[in-house]
């Protein structure tokens, strides 16, 4: 905490000349100062944009959707050996 205090008041206090050297270096090629640079202006990256939004499927819809499958007709198969449905896997089974 105190570290962090005594950095913050230096940076403060130098941070004409820590802008200069950042813009020097960039001008010489340094990319590491450019990057700097732009994050510390606020800088966006060209051609960012945020991700789009998912909608959010609503409960009503999944009941429409569910409500617009067809009808199952006649018996669902069953394990010969079990009689258990057919999708049914015990847990001492997998």
Do not use: H
């Amino acid at each position: 905490m105190l570290l962090r205090k005594a950095v913050d008041q230096l940076v403060g206090q130098e941070c004409s000349r820590i802008a200069k050297a950042l813009v020097d270096r960039t001008i010489a090629g340094n990319m590491t100062g450019a990057k700097l640079l732009t994050e510390l202006s606020g800088a966006k990256k060209q051609g960012s944009q945020p991700p789009p939004k998912k909608k959010k499927q609503r409960a009503i819809d999944l009941l429409s959707w569910l409500d617009a499958e067809p009808q199952w007709e006649g018996q669902p198969e069953q394990d010969m050996e079990t009689g258990d449905p057919a999708f049914y896997k015990p847990a001492s089974a997998a």
